[in-house]
């Protein structure tokens, strides 16, 4: 994905990439925010992955299963997001996969 794509389509799957200072607990709290501008600016988010990993360290994922639209015309009306799961995260293994959300699909997971 790169210059030209357009994110947020619908039936996209989009990937960003960042860098950070490296943390030793899987990332465990997510807040997802639109800011609701242009037409049509609901979208639906299935789930967000977060992969971390750095010099030495083994690979830590956590799946966020936000299941919901954020938009201000749609059931639950919010243009905000936030799942916590770090009240967990500190059984989580470093190295393995940690999930945060929707019960029903963490039981599928």
């Not at 925010?33 to 992955?49: M, R």
């Not at 992969?51 to 938009?71: I, M």
């Not at 059984?91 to 959300?101: C, D, I, K, N, P």
């Amino acid at each position: 994905m790169g210059q030209g794509y357009n994110y947020l389509e619908r039936g996209n799957l989009d990937a960003f990439t960042g860098r950070g200072p490296c943390i030793d607990t899987p990332v465990c709290r997510l807040n997802l925010t639109s800011d609701g501008s242009g037409s049509h600016h609901g979208w639906y988010c299935d789930y967000v992955e977060v992969t971390t990993t750095g010099p030495h360290k083994s690979c830590s994922q956590t799946f966020f299963y936000v299941d919901q639209w954020l938009a201000d015309d749609v059931s639950p009306y919010n243009l905000t997001a936030v799942l916590d799961g770090c009240h967990r995260a500190q059984y989580a293994r470093r190295g393995s996969r940690f999930s945060v959300g929707n019960n029903a699909k963490l039981s599928s997971a």
